[in-house]
């Protein structure tokens, strides 16, 4: 089954704790983004990446990182989390630049 | 800069009823648009774009778009609403320069069906 797979689903987790979000796709896609989700401002793009090794920054890269070392694998690194960071973080692939997106089903992430 | 304005934050409408659902776009050039909804827990599904060509547009579900350059819009629409369309939605529009593709989103619109 095509999918876009992230992990963890839901995480909470303490001011400055470095963490990792997982993102892995299976349909060989050569784009691959990075979203956040708050509520009243809908979606915003964090980073995203063209291909392996290839990555540039969206509208809200600040806090953020990542890295594209395999074309189906694109984790998201908070080195330090910050309160402000809380909130709903999708991952999407998709083939080209207009080709239809594909999301995760989402990480719910609570920085205290 | 591109900017997009869903101007209703909730729409409210019985099942059958016919709907739209607003979003209008502020962007130099030719845009590129897209429709999205969101259900509960879900990520998003595309449920429709447009590029060029034929400004009425056709997507999943029943969906249809259209888009108006005059008027800087591109609204959804659907004949007659089920009540698994309750979900939230989103208009996106999208320039491609150099091979970047950064796309601003709407607030999003949510839908709630009547029984």
């Known amino acids: 089954e095509a999918q876009v797979t992230q992990n963890p689903r839901y995480l909470i987790t303490v001011t400055g704790k470095k963490l990792t979000v997982t993102c892995s796709q299976n349909?060989?896609?050569?784009?691959m983004s990075w979203y956040r989700q708050d509520p009243g401002l809908g979606l915003r793009q964090i980073y995203y990446?063209?291909?392996?090794?290839?990555?540039d920054k969206g509208d809200v890269p600040e806090g953020y990182k990542v890295s594209r070392k395999e074309k189906r694998n694109f984790p998201l690194i908070l080195e330090s989390p910050s309160p402000n960071q809380t909130s709903l973080y999708f991952c999407?692939?998709?083939?080209?630049?207009?080709?239809?997106?594909?999301f995760g089903p989402g990480t719910r992430l609570t920085v205290l | 800069a591109q900017s997009v304005t869903q101007p209703d934050i909730h729409i409210t409408v019985s099942e059958g009823a016919s709907l739209e659902l607003r979003c209008n776009y502020s962007?130099?050039?030719?845009?590129?648009l897209f429709w999205y909804v969101q259900s509960p827990g879900q990520g998003l599904q595309l449920l429709l774009k447009?590029?060029?060509?034929?400004?009425l547009v056709q997507g999943i579900k029943g969906f249809e778009a259209e888009f108006k350059r005059s008027q800087s819009s591109f609204n959804l629409r659907k004949p007659s609403v089920h009540w698994s369309d309750a979900a939230e939605y989103f208009c996106?529009?999208?320039?491609?320069?150099?091979?970047?593709?950064?796309?601003?989103f709407g607030r999003g619109t949510s839908l709630i069906v009547h029984p």
């Open positions: 999407a692939s998709r083939t080209g630049v207009l080709d239809t997106q594909y």
């Open positions: 349909m060989n896609h050569e784009y």
């Open positions: 990446s063209m291909n392996v090794e290839v990555t």
């Open positions: 962007y130099g050039a030719t845009p590129y």
């Open positions: 447009y590029f060029s060509g034929d400004t």
């Open positions: 996106a529009v999208g320039p491609v320069s150099g091979g970047s593709y950064i796309p601003t």
